[in-house]
């Protein structure tokens, strides 16, 4: 089954600062996604990278991905506080079927 | 230009009750996905389906739990004679098409007193 981990599960960061959130995944895959979720809501797409090397941004974020490493990264630049979120990444299966999701990462953005 | 629709929102159940869960995809797409979120956990895959088929069920429990999309109305996820486990959110996703994007719904709290 394919795995995926993101890390760290939990981080509060000042108004301001830059950070980055990874996603490893543990079988081959060339479709990796980015949800947002605040408390008690549905998922919001942030982002679909389709390829190696893709690079996205929208305002604050930044999503990249790397194949060959297994790696997705979602930087954060000069957080605000209403980037406060849950933010899961999830790769799909080779047949499409399913799509895995991460843990996710808590974010908290604090004044 | 209607999304995912889900409903219930919030379902409560006693132990041993049915609950059924309704899922009305985004107009056009015709594959759903059903998904299940535990407190500070995140999404685990149920089961897929297209029109009148399952497709891929491997993430649903043998028992209780059964799932259907019939060629006329909404999706439903079944669950028989409830348990304090089953508590849950349940959520539903469509697709215009296989390994596109997910679209999700605002999902159904099931709570199991």
């Known amino acids: 089954e394919l795995k995926v981990e993101q890390n760290p599960l939990f981080l509060s960061m000042q108004e301001g600062k830059n950070y980055t959130i990874y996603c490893n995944y543990s079988t081959t895959s060339d479709r990796l996604y980015w949800y947002r979720q605040d408390p008690g809501k549905s998922l919001e797409s942030l982002f679909v990278l389709l390829s190696n090397g893709a690079v996205k941004q929208e305002g604050r974020l930044m999503a990249s991905l790397d194949t060959k490493a297994r790696l997705s990264t979602l930087h954060i630049t000069a957080a605000v506080h209403d980037l406060s979120a849950t933010y899961f990444c999830?790769?799909?299966?080779?047949?499409?079927?399913?799509?895995?999701f991460g843990t996710g990462t808590s974010l908290t953005v604090i004044p | 230009n209607a999304g995912v629709m889900q409903n219930p929102r919030h379902l409560v159940r006693r132990r041993g009750q049915e609950a059924r869960l309704r899922c009305s995809p985004v107009?056009?797409?015709?594959?759903v996905y059903w998904y299940r979120q535990l407190p500070e956990e995140g999404l685990k895959f149920m089961v897929y389906l297209q029109k009148e088929n399952i497709i891929d069920e491997s993430g649903m429990p043998k028992e209780r739990f059964s799932a259907e999309f019939p060629k006329e109305g909404p999706s439903i996820l079944r669950i028989q004679q409830v348990v304090r486990g089953d508590s849950a959110a349940y959520f539903c996703a469509s697709s215009p098409s296989l390994s596109y994007e997910q679209y999700f719904g605002p999902g159904t709290r099931l709570t199991v007193t």
């Open positions: 107009k056009g797409h015709s594959h």
């Open positions: 999830a790769v799909s299966s080779n047949t499409g079927n399913q799509f895995y």
